[in-house]
Nanobody
Framework: QVRLVASGGGLVQAGESLSLSCAAS????????MAWFRQAPGKSREFVAS????????DYAASVKGRFTMSRDYAKNTVYLQMDNLKPGDTAFYYC??????????????????WGQGTQVTVSS
């Protein structure tokens, strides 16, 4: 059974940090592009960050660039999202996702095949 299990969300104050994890299981994800998306109430799902499989690079939404860092541990089949200097606008449900597709727009959530259950991040002002 393919599973992506996200964890690490919580309630913090503006300026603080949180680290999210997403553990993948059930198949080989090493060549997949993995990503984080977020969705706030009443808003559409928004790209946050992605990391290409097989040791590829990262990409970030302009709104989080310089504050968030996505990384990957191939041995643990886990991706991480380190979020620093959090702002109230970062409040959302955060989802991890994986795709087997190559050479597509990884900022488009429709390109992803597998999704985790999400974790809530709330940033108070």
């Amino acid at each position: 059974q393919v599973r992506l299990v996200a964890s690490g969300g919580g309630l913090v104050q503006a300026g603080e940090s949180l680290s999210l994890s997403c553990a993948a299981s059930g198949r080989d994800f090493s060549r997949d592009t993995m990503a984080w998306f977020r969705q706030a109430p009443g808003k559409s799902r928004e790209f946050v960050a992605s990391i290409i499989g097989g040791g590829g690079g990262t990409d970030y939404a302009a709104s989080v660039k310089g504050r968030f860092t996505m990384s990957r541990d191939y041995a643990k089949n886990t991706v991480y999202l380190q979020m620093d200097n959090l702002k109230p606008g970062d409040t959302a449900f955060y989802y991890c996702a994986a795709t087997t597709r190559a050479h597509v727009s990884y900022q488009n959530h429709l390109m992803y095949d597998f999704w985790g259950q999400g974790t809530q991040v709330t940033v108070s002002s």
